[in-house]
């Protein structure tokens, strides 16, 4: 009889951790074997790690799916939101879509209809030459069920969701209306109280001024925080943050966060609060997108519940281009979905400690508590300090129109990340896919720190064991007070 592999083994493991029972699960099984042991015997066997689930969430070759986020409600029940057009530019219609699974994301209900825009019919007559179509049938179609005057010369940018602390869904679009002979920004919300089941009428959000690319973060103190990106003519953008403190009734005045223009400009920024109250905000550098330059992800950092800011500061999410999604794992870990589009566009996800999140610099690093099995005469400058933060790429668009990134994800209760994308790929028009994402997808080392020795000049193997094996530990025993 065959032995088992290693990579079995470890996926074994996982399989028998479905419940996550405290805030460190671990995900690497009880570590019969070292970490070491692991790595080299998948070098020997030439075995590589199963790759990251893909299921697909919506495809329909005759619309162009964008733009998704997904919730998950106390029930289980995984609800995701995402834009219906005929391309990245929602013309000569668009729509908001959810689907609905209640069983881990193998499984989705149809579509529902929340709203429908169209162009104007003057500017449908303007491109009908060139359009396909399938997409005046679209405009058509939308155009028979439209009921509100304002649904017509206007359409739907990016759709957002949040599951709010009371269990109730908050969805937020930006859509472009036809006021007179002009245009304008409003931002319209949703509440479902039901699992996304039914929603309520829109409402427009009562805000000071209007952006786009909305991104919602609920805090610990209960306030909702809706990020914006300002836009007025002739001027760069810039992000806008507003708070509510009583679920989306009334909001602050809308405030800019700094900026550096030329150098670093934050934009579509989504904000993450840390286990101390801190808020990071993590975004892309529009700065370098637009001269053309090879760009990362930049972030600012507030201490005070998001009064004043700091930054902004440069990461190591390299390649960031499009609205970054974050938020806390269970481990305490930082999670960081985005669109990475250096220079095509890939579908990425960085996760890093809280405290890798607050460095200032990608010169910072985190000093490394000495280890039993450090040899001090001997330790080379590269095993005293690290960077605890890991990038794996999700999805590659292969498609010559390739187009993807704009991403959500949540936390299944195995611990597993269930990530939503939209992309073009092996479909002639976008479709919506899910992704299950486990932690020996990036890295083989149990959930809490992300570690990084350097395999030279020490035991780097024994150490490696060791680091595992007091990491465990540490989980068990924060598992045993709960």
Request: hydrophobic letters at 40%; aromatic letters at 8%.
């Amino acid at each position: 009889m065959a032995s088992t592999s290693p990579i079995m083994e470890i996926a074994q493991a996982e399989k028998k951790e479905k419940n996550m029972t405290s805030r460190y699960p671990l995900k690497l099984g009880a570590l019969t074997k070292t970490v070491a042991s692991l790595i080299l015997a998948l070098l020997v066997s030439g075995q590589v790690l199963l790759g990251v689930e893909k299921r697909t969430i919506s495809r329909d070759d005759h619309i162009y799916a964008a733009f998704p986020d997904v919730a998950l409600t106390p029930s289980g029940t995984l609800v995701v939101v995402y834009r219906e057009c005929m391309g990245h530019v929602p013309f000569p219609f668009s729509r908001i879509a959810v689907r609905r699974s209640l069983d881990g994301g193998n499984n989705w209900s149809g579509r529902k209809i929340l709203l429908e825009t169209v162009a104007s019919a003057e500017g449908v007559d303007k491109a009908r030459a060139w359009l396909a179509p399938d997409a005046l049938a679209g405009y058509e179609e939308s155009l028979s069920r439209i009921k509100e005057p304002w649904q017509k010369g206007a359409y739907i940018n990016t759709p957002r969701l949040i599951t709010l602390a009371d269990g109730s869904l908050m969805l937020v679009a930006d859509i472009r209306i036809a006021v007179g002979r002009d245009t304008r920004w409003v931002n319209k919300m949703w509440r479902s109280a039901d699992d996304g089941l039914t929603w309520s009428a829109p409402v427009d959000l009562p805000l000071d001024r209007e952006g786009i690319v909305p991104q919602l973060t609920q805090l610990r103190d209960g306030r909702i925080l809706l990020s914006i990106v300002l836009q007025e003519q002739g001027k760069p953008d810039r992000q806008g943050i507003t708070f509510s403190a009583d679920n989306g009734k009334t909001w602050s005045k809308i405030d800019l966060i700094p900026w550096k223009e030329g150098l670093l400009q934050p934009d579509e920024t989504g904000f993450v609060e840390l286990d101390d109250g801190t808020l990071v905000g993590f975004g892309r550098n529009v700065a370098l997108e637009q001269q053309r330059r090879p760009s990362a992800g930049v972030k600012v950092i507030s201490t005070d519940g998001g009064r004043t800011w700091d930054g902004p500061f440069e990461t190591w999410m390299l390649g960031l281009t499009g609205r970054p999604k974050a938020g806390l794992l269970a481990s305490g870990e930082v999670c960081v979905t985005y669109r990475l589009g250096s220079p095509n566009q890939m579908l990425a996800m960085h996760v890093m400690t809280q405290a890798a999140a607050k460095l200032k610099s990608t010169g910072d690093v985190i000093p490394r508590q000495p280890l039993p099995e450090d040899i001090p005469a001997q330790m080379p400058s590269s095993m005293t300090s690290y960077y605890p933060g890991r990038t794996v790429v999700l999805d590659i668009d292969r498609s010559v129109h390739r187009d993807e990134g704009c991403s959500g994800w949540v936390q299944l209760p195995s611990g597993d990340i269930f990530v939503v994308n939209y992309i073009n790929d092996d479909a002639p028009l976008a479709q919506i896919r899910g992704y299950l994402v486990r932690r020996s997808d990036y890295i083989l080392f149990p959930d809490g720190d992300l570690p990084w020795l350097f395999p030279s000049g020490q035991p780097f193997r024994e150490m490696t064991d060791g680091m595992a094996r007091r990491q465990y530990e540490k989980n068990q025993a924060h598992t045993s007070k709960k």
